[in-house]
């Protein structure tokens, strides 16, 4: 739905929807569905509080009242959740959808989670791993009975995820990022992002042989940062586009 670094014509911020039902990240949550679509997810896992990764909660949460029997569960890190009802759901940047109901029932039900514990919804299981960006994040694993998927979310250089990826059976594909040009390396460090010589360095770290996909490069570097994604000769990897579907 969404895998651009910022927002421009042309480039959604993150958001993926698996298997229909479960949304990794919110940044695209409404322009990215129909109000349908959204209705009928299951839930949406958030990675962290940056603003790209949130940014159209609340309009799911607007475009779904009424339209549902239950809850929608917003999952995240405890302290991440907070950021999000404070700085939004706070009855003045935003109503607050976790007292709002329908026939009694809130439209929206923040729950948390703790590293490597394990959750399940719409048949999927994930697992966060804490990787290495402003705040907390959390990247994750998620399985379902036929194979797992990888998300760092946003990262820098890290370590506990690509442990948590070699005990993975049958993991199919890797989404990670890269966010600047390689001329940037000294600003990705400082946010803890990576950058196309950063991500090759990575890679002897991610089990062998499993597709990457890319994901977060910032709008205004496009062009430069793909070419040098390209020009690491690395035939697993990937870009990934705006509004497209991958199989697994």
Known sequence: M?????????YQLTSFLINEELLLDGGSAASGLSIEEQAKLTGVVVSHAHLDHIAELPYLADNIFGLREDSLKIIGARDVLEV????????????????ICHEDTPILDFSSIEER??????????????????????????????????YTSDTGPTEAIWRGAAEVDDLRAIITEVSFPNKM?????????????MLHAEIGKM???????????????GDETRAEIEALGEPRIQVLEEGMTYHL
């Open 117 to 150: 514990e394990t959750r399940s919804l719409g048949g999927i299981r994930f697992t966060p791993y804490a990787v290495n960006h402003k705040g907390t994040t959390f990247g994750f694993i998620l399985e379902d009975s036929e194979c797992a998927l990888l």
């Open 185 to 197: 390396e000294e600003l990705a460090r400082m946010s803890r992002h990576l950058t196309p010589a």
């Open 207 to 221: 089990p062998p042989e499993v597709p990457v996909y890319i994901f977060h490069i910032k709008a205004q570097y």
């Open 2 to 10: 969404g895998c651009a670094g910022g927002k421009a014509p042309g």
């Open 84 to 99: 999000i009802q404070k700085s939004i759901f706070n009855n003045a940047v935003w109503p607050d959808f976790c007292e």
